[in-house]
């Protein structure tokens, strides 16, 4: 009974990160277009709803002191850094297919945005007033994506660890909670064009899932073959 019970939650798993995968792609594909044209009426509008009429943005001035902290959340150093916390803490453990996901998903993200970042070379937006210094281009948000690389993956890997369902939930919805607060803060802070973030969420997303599901395709050596039948 329990090795059923955890052969549907393992079918499950599957399922639900080839929805995500299949989801995040298909996202992608339909918010390309907007990478190359004119800002959407979608982006304008919410950027100039997160601003005053003077130019400032909306709330308490500590809103936008807290927003660069979050943003910072997603920034390659911080992901950089967590990753090597994880990745020393998976070696010691001699938990070597977790390693290489880690290996896999995130500098293999880092690479793929930078060169989408490149091909597309979406200017910034200067509907407002930036909060946030940036060098490179908008399309898509580099922040939004890796947050959403490195926060599901390492999520995953801890609610891999988990007994309880409630603690794989709760263990998730942080690593969801983070993706969303990072890339929210993008759009807050005046650098991003909501569509780049939504970009970035999506292929995040389907990266990560995408990852974990080729790691777990691949065979192990220390799975013994079933007994023959009688």
């Known amino acids: 009974m329990l090795n059923m019970r955890s052969r549907m939650v393992e079918q499950g798993a599957v399922l639900a990160a080839l929805a995500i995968c299949a989801a995040g792609l298909l996202g992608f594909a339909l918010l390309l277009g907007l990478a190359s044209g004119e800002p959407h009426h979608f982006d304008t509008t919410v950027l100039l709803a997160l601003r005053q009429p003077n130019g400032e943005p909306i709330g308490p001035h500590w809103l936008a002191l807290a927003m660069r902290d979050i943003t910072a959340l997603g920034g390659m150093a911080v992901l950089t850094l967590a990753g090597l916390v994880a990745f020393g803490a998976l070696a010691l453990r001699r938990r070597w297919r977790a390693v290489w996901l880690l290996l896999l998903s995130l500098p293999g993200a880092m690479l793929l945005n930078t060169l989408?970042?490149?091909?597309?070379?979406?200017?910034?937006?200067?509907?407002?007033?930036?909060?946030?210094?940036?060098?490179?281009?908008?399309?898509?948000?580099?922040?939004?994506?890796?947050?959403?690389?490195?926060?599901?993956?390492?999520?995953?890997?801890?609610?891999?660890?988990?007994?309880?369902?409630?603690?794989?939930?709760?263990?998730?919805?942080?690593?969801?909670?983070?993706?969303?607060?990072?890339?929210?803060?993008?759009?807050?802070?005046?650098?991003?064009?909501?569509?780049?973030?939504?970009?970035?969420?999506?292929?995040?997303?389907?990266w990560a899932m995408g990852c974990w599901l080729l790691l777990r395709a691949w065979p192990r050596r220390d799975r013994k073959p079933p007994p023959p039948e009688a």
């Open 116 to 206: 989408l970042k490149q091909g597309f070379d979406r200017p910034r937006p200067d509907l407002v007033s930036r909060l946030a210094e940036v060098a490179t281009s908008s399309f898509p948000s580099g922040h939004a994506m890796l947050s959403a690389v490195g926060y599901l993956t390492l999520g995953a890997l801890l609610a891999a660890a988990a007994e309880r369902r409630r603690d794989r939930g709760y263990i998730l919805g942080v690593a969801v909670a983070l993706t969303l607060l990072v890339g929210s803060s993008r759009v807050f802070l005046g650098v991003h064009w909501p569509s780049d973030v939504l970009a970035g969420w999506c292929l995040g997303a389907a």
